[in-house]
């Protein structure tokens, strides 16, 4: 058997994101409960998800585990999370709104959410949208909305961290969003045959670890957590490669052992 992971993820709106200070953003991360969340992941989720706390998922390059949201047994810290809204002037808490498509996985997820931020002070408005209608919604400025509950998966596993973190063509076409910094690192070693570590381009994971706690100590999403699907293969199946597209291995490369 083989495991593939895909975060799933609570995206902030970029517009929220310019005029409001972090704390309000961390406080989420900081106030949920992983072990309440993850059982969204629907049934057997002990072996099919994982409390997240960052970019980079268990099977691509550079991943090293890391989480800016970290509490005890991953079990939240409302406190903590209070104390955050209080210091950004937000004492009597925090109302968002929460777009979600409406089907059964992410109506029970939005339910978990709901009740879960309510002990640190943060009440969600539930919008729940069809999912055809779901991008159309959060792309168009008439409609409102705080926070959206969305997924994202590599479209290839191991090196895609460079699509992940550095855009496509080292453009701003990045998930994450354009990082001032992220771009200064990744131009510095670029430009550098050994950066000042001893790095060298050909060996890039200590790269990426590094640019993972950059962006996911300032994310456009708040993760939540990685889900593993599980490939049923056999000893003689030879250049299995993971295919998101299939969803399984890449039928155009395996083959069989005599």
């Known amino acids: 058997m083989r495991r593939t992971s895909s975060p799933l993820t609570l995206s902030r709106s970029e517009e929220r994101r310019r005029n409001s200070p972090a704390r309000p953003a961390r406080a989420p991360g900081v106030g949920l409960r992983g072990e309440q969340v993850a059982p969204g992941a629907g049934a057997g989720w002990k072996n099919r998800a994982l409390p997240l706390g960052q970019i980079i998922t268990s099977t691509l390059l550079g991943h090293e585990p890391f989480d800016p949201y970290a509490t005890t047994d991953s079990k939240g810290d409302p406190e903590k999370a209070k104390a955050l809204l209080k210091e950004a002037g937000l004492a009597d808490g ?3 709104d929460l777009v979600y498509r409406a089907n059964n996985q992410f109506s029970t997820l939005a339910v978990i959410l709901k009740e879960d931020l309510a002990r640190s002070g943060i009440r969600l408005n539930l919008i729940p949208v069809p999912p ?4 159309p919604y959060l792309q168009s400025p008439e409609n409102r909305w ?9 479209d290839w596993q191991g090196p895609a961290t460079r699509m992940l973190l550095g855009g496509w063509l080292n453009s ?8 001032q910094r992220l771009r200064h690192l990744l131009q510095q070693r670029q430009a550098e045959p050994v950066s000042e570590a001893g790095l060298r381009l050909d060996n890039p994971g200590p790269i990426w670890q590094e640019a993972d706690r950059l962006v996911s100590a300032d994310l456009p999403w708040i993760p939540l957590f990685e889900k593993r699907r599980i ?20 039928i155009t490369n ?5």
């Open 146 to 154: 705080d926070l959206a509950l969305g997924q994202t998966s590599p």
């Open 231 to 250: 490939a049923v293969t056999s000893e003689r199946v030879t250049n299995w490669t993971w295919s998101s597209l299939a969803t399984q291995a890449d």
């Open 132 to 135: 055809p209608q779901f991008m």
């Open 94 to 96: 925090l109302t968002l």
């Open 254 to 258: 395996i083959a069989l052992k005599p």
């Open 172 to 179: 701003d076409a990045s998930p994450c969003g354009p990082r």
